[in-house]
């Protein structure tokens, strides 16, 4: 598979990774984009090893390892994850792995959001793309940093809250619970309301409990920090058009926690989680039905950010649309895709910009 960008970075010009994602991937090693294997071959492996995989998501995962200057599937030793073109029957799936790969950049690259590394790889019998994510639990030397999601530190599970168990809580109970285990709070609240909002304008609908992480980072005296963010994507590309669903009373479509709800047009509010805790709503959303810059600039408040900090994010994440604009016109995203992207970015730009206050 000949690309002319790099396939980690987006970077115009070469045909596989350049030198500073070959060094933050792969540790500097010439590593092929092209997969040593095929996509029959990763399905003889996931069968064979049915049952031995712990890595939990609906999409298919495998890990692989880094051995010289190749990618191997592995069930043990992982340092990489590998996820190909899922089965289902949502939208546009043979484009998700290029819309998380985008997704992650445009995180990194326009947003100083810490991602971990990741890049699109291609099988090698032209059986599609997949996306590859290194693991940033994973140290040089092979050891793991000890990492617990927010549904283990929150202690909720299907066991003891049910299936839903993910979604059953809010972004303000998340940052009640760093205040109450992360020493450097006001450092990593913003990062993570910077991440809220990053969410928000990408339509990603499954930031759910599982999807924010704290680590422990054993060379500052253990203490917890976020994890960098990892399943970033525009999932909203993946729901049926709307004017196709049937308009019955609760007719809805869910997918990995994005609901439309075809009742309610104007149902941009969509995110995994409430932003507020009790149910509470700011006289913005009781008007609108949406979240818009005065239910973020509260949520902020409600966190401990201080008011200006706040502003300065809100007016930072409506600020880059051009620039969003020109890395989605890189990305192995399609021509027809990369429109709706942006146009959902903007409907949320819109979104972001509006104060029922003002």
């Avoid at 502003?311 to 021509?335: C, P, T, W, Y």
Wanted: with cysteine; glycine share 6%.
């Amino acid at each position: 598979m000949n690309v002319t960008v790099c396939p980690g970075c987006l970077k115009v010009g070469g045909t596989g990774f350049c030198r500073n994602c070959r060094q933050n991937i792969f540790h500097g090693k010439k590593v092929d984009h092209v997969l040593p294997f095929s996509r029959p071959d990763y399905n003889r492996v996931k069968i064979e090893q049915a049952g031995r995989i712990s890595i939990s998501g609906v999409q298919s995962k495998h890990s692989l390892k880094l051995s010289g200057n190749r990618l191997e599937l592995t069930d043990r030793g992982g340092q990489y994850i590998l996820k190909p073109i899922p089965q289902g029957s949502f939208e546009n799936l043979e484009y998700m792995p290029a819309n998380e790969h985008s997704t992650m950049q445009l995180a990194g690259q326009i947003f100083s959001i810490p991602t971990a590394e990741c890049a699109v790889v291609f099988f090698n019998d032209d059986n599609g793309p997949a996306f590859l994510s290194k693991r940033f639990d994973v140290l040089p030397d092979e050891a793991r940093l000890q990492q617990e999601d927010f549904a283990q530190i929150a202690r909720m599970s299907g066991e003891t809250h049910g299936n839903n168990y993910k979604y059953d809580t809010s972004y303000e109970e998340i940052a009640l619970l760093m205040k109450q285990y992360v020493s450097a709070y006001q450092i990593e609240v913003e990062k993570f309301f910077n991440l809220i909002l990053f969410n928000y304008l990408i339509h990603n609908g499954d930031a759910h409990l599982k999807n924010f992480s704290l680590y422990n980072n054993a060379a500052q005296h253990n203490t917890y920090l976020l994890t960098p963010a990892y399943d970033l994507l525009n999932t909203r590309l993946h729901l049926p058009n709307p004017a196709e669903l049937d308009k019955t009373l609760y007719a809805r479509i869910i997918y990995a926690g994005s609901v439309y709800n075809s009742d309610r047009e104007s149902n941009e509010a969509a995110m995994a989680l409430s932003l507020f805790k009790d149910d509470y709503q700011t006289e913005s959303f009781k008007r609108n039905g949406f979240y818009a810059r005065d239910d973020f600039f509260e949520f902020g408040i409600k966190t401990g950010i201080p008011e200006n900090r706040v502003n300065r994010f809100l007016d930072n994440i409506v600020a880059h649309k051009n620039e969003m604009g020109e890395l989605l016109q890189r990305s192995f995203l399609s021509e027809g895709l990369t429109k709706q992207y942006l146009e959902m970015i903007s409907d949320r730009m819109k979104a972001l910009s509006y104060s029922f206050a003002l």
